[in-house]
């Protein structure tokens, strides 16, 4: 869903793939660059993110 919304904002009409192929293909060369599998680079970015977002600012705090 990121990826539609990232499209939305970018003014993009036309991809030649869709939002979760282009998401899987980005998996994909993640896992192939760093001679992993895919379901383990999928597992290190949802950590990654996850962590990230504990770190942020509330809404509330960034006011």
């Given at each position: 869903m990121?990826?539609?919304e990232h499209?939305?904002?970018l003014g993009t009409r036309w991809r030649r793939l869709v939002a979760g192929r282009q998401a899987l293909l980005t998996l994909a060369r993640l896992a192939a660059g760093f001679v992993v599998g895919?379901?383990?680079v999928y597992r290190y970015v949802a950590e990654?993110?996850?962590l990230l977002a504990a770190?942020?600012?509330?809404l509330a705090d960034a006011r």
């Open positions: 990121r990826v539609v499209r939305h904002r895919t379901t383990t990654a993110v996850d770190l942020a600012l509330t």
